[in-house]
């Protein structure tokens, strides 16, 4: 497991140095659009609506539709003036009860490992938030955006979990909901009762995908029988649209800075590099031979028959000359065979 994000805690004047990672993956089985007919991939252009030009993602600006029908294009360098949190810092804006965020507003989770020699901070905010019964409110800064999160505490493990905006969710406005009768206590008796029949702890493992599970069952069979199953020969270069470039850059970044400790420094990292460099010099030196006696023997090979046409017309119109080639050749095998 990679880090995704690299930086520290502020809790008030203490800093805590962190690696976040993702907590969550999917495990769904994604698919391919392909051609019936032949299984082969298929390919999207980015085509602009208005010349029907396909347009390079380099000349791909963002743009913003008005409710009047206006339409802005903003630049990166538009996007520049904004201003931006702390990158590499999560600050603790606030400790509040946990049972006072609704979990409506939870969106995705993140563990944080302690990146310290002397993690005593990161366990000092991690007892204070179990023995409080508190949960710190954050911000944090991942891929240029700046979210409000919820730092957490489970089993010493600090959790990250960023939180929906208020005016992200929705209004719950039903009327249907005002025609409701309210139940009588009869029923509400026997509801408990129902409920309580079918309670107990729980146990995430109980519980399986069986859709997931059924249709990695239905590919493995299809491969087996062959049906439909095509040779891919070529590596697909499938086009990604702006949004996934983005993130694919931004998670690059990130992966960086993440394992910017681990390379070698100084001394270590020249003789790394330069034993490179020897290397890379070697292999170019080889393959220049070897691309050099392949023009050699090509050369040899493709002019064979007008050299011989170049012999025949000179053993024609200077046989003296001619002569005069072939005593030394024959001098020279007679060597070769006292030898």
Same mark, same amino acid.
């Given at each position: 497991?990679?880090?995704?994000? +690299?930086? #520290? ?61 206006? *339409? ?8 520049? +003036? ?26 995705? =989770? ?5 990146? =310290? ?27 240029? *955006?700046?979210?409000?999160?919820? @730092? ?26 005002? %025609? ?22 729980? %146990? ?5 995908? !069986? ?33 996934? @470039? ?9 992966? !960086?800075?993440?394992? =910017?400790?681990?390379?070698? =420094?100084?001394?270590?990292? +020249?003789? #790394?590099?330069? &034993?490179?460099?020897?290397? &890379? ?18 050369? &040899? ?18 046989? &003296?000359? #001619?002569?005069?080639? +072939? ?5 020279? #095998? ?6």
């Amino acid at each position: 497991m990679r880090s995704i994000w +690299k930086g #520290s805690l502020a809790f008030g004047l203490v800093n805590v140095p962190v690696k976040v990672y993702s907590a969550t993956e999917s495990h769904d089985i994604t698919f391919h659009q392909v051609h019936a007919k032949d299984g082969g991939r298929i390919k999207y252009q980015r085509v602009c609506s208005e010349c029907g030009e396909v347009v390079p993602y380099q000349e791909i600006d963002k743009a913003y539709d008005s409710e009047d029908g206006e *339409r802005v294009v903003l630049t990166d360098e538009d996007f520049e +003036k904004l201003p931006v949190a702390e990158k590499h810092e999560i600050p603790v804006l606030q400790f509040v009860p946990t049972e006072q965020i609704d979990p409506i507003l939870f969106e995705k =989770s993140y563990y944080l490992e302690p990146d =310290s020699s002397s993690p005593k901070a990161y366990g000092l905010l991690a007892a204070t938030l179990e023995q409080s019964d508190r949960t710190a409110l954050v911000h944090f800064t991942l891929r240029q *955006r700046t979210r409000l999160a919820a @730092l957490r505490t489970q089993d010493g493990l600090l959790i990250l979990q960023t939180l929906l905006w208020p005016d992200e969710v929705r209004a719950a406005e039903f009327d249907s909901l005002d %025609d409701i009768e309210k139940p009588k206590q009869r029923e509400l008796a026997m509801a408990e009762t129902l409920v309580e029949s079918m309670s107990g702890d729980f %146990d995430p493992t109980e519980y399986v995908d !069986e859709y997931q599970v059924e249709l990695r069952t239905l590919i493995d069979e299809a491969i087996a029988r062959g049906d439909n199953v095509f040779q891919v020969s070529e590596p697909e270069h499938e086009e990604e649209d702006a949004e996934v @470039l983005d993130l694919v850059a931004a998670l690059k970044q990130s992966l !960086e800075q993440a394992g =910017s400790d681990k390379r070698p =420094s100084g001394s270590a990292a +020249k003789k #790394s590099t330069g &034993k490179t460099a020897a290397k &890379k010099s070697t292999a170019g030196k080889t393959a220049a031979k070897k691309n050099t006696a392949g023009k050699t023997t090509a050369a &040899k090979k493709t002019p064979a028959k007008k050299a011989a046409a170049k012999k025949t017309t000179a053993k024609k119109t200077t046989a &003296k000359k #001619s002569t005069a080639e +072939k005593g030394p050749a024959k001098k020279s #095998s007679g060597e070769r065979k006292g030898a």
